[in-house]
Every structure is written in C-alpha cells, then in structure tokens.
C-alpha cells in the first residue's frame, strides 16, 4: 500500500474521509489539538491498523520545515491531501493584523509550503487542495454565514497556485484542486443546517463518501492536471 497523507484530519471533512483513505493507504495523519476526535478515529481497527503516523503541529506556530520532516521521516507519500483550515466570520470592523497574519499563515502559506516542499521530493503522485467553494466562487458563496476578509484572502489564491504547481511540479507530481460544497456538521445549528439544504439545488448535503471518490477518480486520470473540481450540488 503507498502512503498518503492527511493534514486536518479532525475537521469536519477529514475526519470523515480517514476512514475512506484506511482501506486503500497507509496513512500520515495531522491534526492540530482535537485529541478527543482523533481518539474516536482510531477506534476503528481499519485506521488503527493503516496508520504509520500521527502529527500533532499548530502550523500558525511550528515551523512548517520541521513538519514536512516529520512526514519523511516514515516515507515520501503519492497522495498528499491538504485539508487543514480555519475558518473565521469576524465583522470587518474588528479584523485585526495578528487575525490577517494567523489565518494567511494557516490557510495559505502552510498549505502552499507543504505542497511546494513535498512536490519537489515525491517520485509521481498526486497533491490535492481539499478547500471550500469561496476559493473559486467567492465570499457569498454560502448562504446564511459570511466569512471574514482574512478569511476570503486566505483561500482566494489557491485557484493561482494550483495552477502554478501543476506546471512546475510536472510531470512526475500532478495537483489538483477540489472545492466543496456544504457538508453535514451536526454542531451547526438545526436553522443553519435548514437553511443550507433549502439554497443547495439537489438538497443534499455533500458525502464524504463522493469526495473520496473524486480524489481517486483525479490520482487514476494522468491528464487531470492544475484543475478545480467542484462538489457543490450546484450553489
């Protein structure tokens, strides 16, 4: 089985693609502090057994160098998954420099570093962008919440470095980009979630299930290169 690795693994959507990945991957998992969630993932045998790592790193913190070398220090992975994020909704009115700074630093740079840094070592494979739909359609993108400006800024280049990456990481390392949709999250309330479902066309809440597949159907196609996919139902 080839390594893969996960950054996010205990956001909403990691979470639910580690079991997914288990079945086909020995599995590099990061996370950032939800130990209780990251726990309750290795309760399942088939992940316990698939993992090789588990690397608990704060990237608005740590250096992003000393994370990649923890990755290779077990193996240079084929499918590198970037899903790690923050999200954030503060008022225009109290954005703040250090908010700027944090949320660039986490969901733009750390992302872009660990692609860069890992594409030029792997030996072919694939690096997935695993972001929201603002990266490509912007902030009113979801109805019924709306994103900070940092927020926006940190996901609105990935479009642009994808493309990027996937010229210069060429031909060995292909990337990619996927946008998602609303996904299920049962903490949200039962109003947000209603709402979601009456503003997406197929009213139905993205599976994670369809994700994974998208991200196998990208690592099978050797000419899927420096593309958004999108799973959205249609918002």
Do not use: C
């Not at 893969?4 to 079945?23: E, F, H, I, M, Q």
């Not at 923050?86 to 986490?106: A, C, H, I, M």
């Not at 990027?164 to 903490?187: C, F, H, M, T």
């Amino acid at each position: 089985m080839s390594l893969a690795l996960l950054t996010g693994s205990t956001g909403v959507l990691g979470r639910k693609l580690v079991p997914y990945l288990a079945k086909s991957y020995k599995l590099v998992l990061h996370y950032r502090s939800s130990e209780e969630v990251f726990n309750a993932l290795l309760s399942d045998p088939s992940v316990k057994s698939s993992l090789v790592k588990a690397i608990k790193w704060d990237f608005s913190k740590e250096n992003l160098s000393g994370f990649i070398n923890e990755v290779v220090k077990v193996g240079i992975p084929s499918l590198v998954i970037l899903s790690a994020s923050q999200y954030d909704s503060t008022p225009l009115s109290r954005v703040t420099e250090e908010l700027f700074d944090y949320l660039v630093r986490v969901n733009l740079v750390a992302p872009t570093y660990i692609a860069l840094k890992l594409g030029t070592i792997m030996e072919g494979g694939l690096i997935v962008f695993l972001t929201d739909m603002i990266a490509i359609s912007g902030h009113e993108v979801y109805t019924g919440i709306k994103p900070s400006l940092p927020y926006v800024a940190s996901r609105g280049s990935f479009y642009h470095i994808v493309r990027y990456l996937s010229k210069e990481l060429a031909p060995k390392v292909r990337v990619v980009g996927i946008a998602v949709g609303w996904v299920d999250n049962p903490k949200a309330s039962k109003e947000l979630r209603d709402l979601a479902i009456r503003t997406i066309p197929t009213k139905t809440f993205v599976d994670p299930g369809e994700v994974y597949r998208l991200i196998e159907l990208a690592k099978e196609s050797p000419s899927l290169n420096g593309v958004f996919l999108t799973l959205s139902g249609g918002i």
